[in-house]
């Protein structure tokens, strides 16, 4: 198991957090929207747990 948990954090990649902090005061309010997801690409049908994708082939497993 050590040798697959060494494997997972070589393979790894941190996500940065990025922070955006308004300076002075801020003008532009929040507006509502609508996200028209027609065209989207959803076609595989998912239950609840985990999913996992692949990045290389597109494989999915759950």
């Known amino acids: ?3 697959t ?3 997972v954090i070589q393979q790894t990649v941190d996500v940065p957090k990025i922070l ?3 300076k002075g005061e801020v003008r532009s309010p929040v507006r509502s929207f609508s996200l028209d997801l ?3 690409n959803n ?3 998912l239950k ?3 999913h996992i994708k692949s990045l290389l082939n ?3 497993t759950s």
Do not use: D, E, S, Y
Request: aromatic share 0%.
């Open 1 to 3: 198991m050590a040798k």
């Open 5 to 7: 948990t060494n494997l």
């Open 20 to 22: 955006v902090i308004p």
């Open 38 to 40: 027609i065209g989207l």
């Open 43 to 45: 076609n595989v049908q």
């Open 48 to 50: 609840k747990g985990l």
């Open 58 to 60: 597109a494989n999915l």
